[in-house]
């Protein structure tokens, strides 16, 4: 089995430059946001409910356009059928009627650049990854909620994105499956090298996955801080949590949440 490797290793460069948004009501939801995620950097973006966590993935995603300002992945405008682009949603949003496998190969297939032996394989290759080696065969309502989501990052992953996306992925999990889950990620992205923006409301998973963790204020302020997470990797939650610095950080965002809040009354 061959080692996987992002596509283009050397990049995976996420820009936003002066960035203005507002939805269709007009209500303006980013003035003059500015956000560089270098290539393989792991950010965390934490804030407040409506703060507008979603709508800054779905802009660097390509999903939706800024009104004014520029949105770009190695200097190239984003557009969301970029293969530099892999998305994990907040729920696992499988096909039902696809077995695991042809989930996870399902991106592949659309890529058309794979024989649909080689995409089997690669499949095969990424369900191993996540643990779901002989899950292949099942149904998505045959697995439990953490074994879905764990279908939706291989499905995420296959196509070997230098960029991943994840919209609070694993938020409705139970804490036991969650841990697990960060561990692997972490794992997997250590292997794969991939920039990633995470989008989570836990500081404990914030800080126990980030390089750097992006706070917002509430809408239209944008970013009300940013914090460098230097702790040692591998990290572990048998042991991270128990370092002081770990401690530190999340003392630090606790305020800086709280602040965001109170701000808000
Ligand atoms: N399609 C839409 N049309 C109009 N307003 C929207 C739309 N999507 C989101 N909003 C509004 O934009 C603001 C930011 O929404 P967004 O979903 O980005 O917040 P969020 O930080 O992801 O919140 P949460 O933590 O609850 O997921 C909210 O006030 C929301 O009501
Ligand atoms: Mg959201």
Known sequence: MSSPSPSGSAAGQLALQAVDFAYADGRSIFRQLSLTVTPGEFVVLLGPSGCGKSTLLNLLSGFIQPDRGTVSIDGEAVRPEMDALGYVFQSPNLFPWLTVLDNVRFGLRMRGDLTPAAQQQRA????????????????????????????????????????????????????????????????????????????????????????????????????????????????????TPRLPRFLACREQLMDRIAHVMERAV
């Open 124 to 239: 095969r290759q990424y369900l191993a990854l996540v643990g779901l080696a002989d899950a292949a065969e099942q149904f998505p309502h045959q697995l439990s909620g953490g074994m879905r989501q764990r279908v939706a990052l291989a499905r995420a992953l296959a196509p070997e994105p230098k960029l991943l996306l994840a919209d609070e992925p694993f938020g409705a999990l139970d804490a036991i499956t969650r841990r697990h889950l960060n561990e692997e990620l972490l794992r997997l992205w250590s292997q794969l090298g991939q920039t990633v923006v995470f989008i989570t409301h836990d500081i404990d998973e914030a800080v126990f996955l980030a390089d750097r963790v992006v706070v917002l204020g509430r809408a239209p302020q944008g970013i009300d801080t940013q914090l460098t997470v230097d702790l040692p990797r591998p990290r572990s939650f048998a042991t």
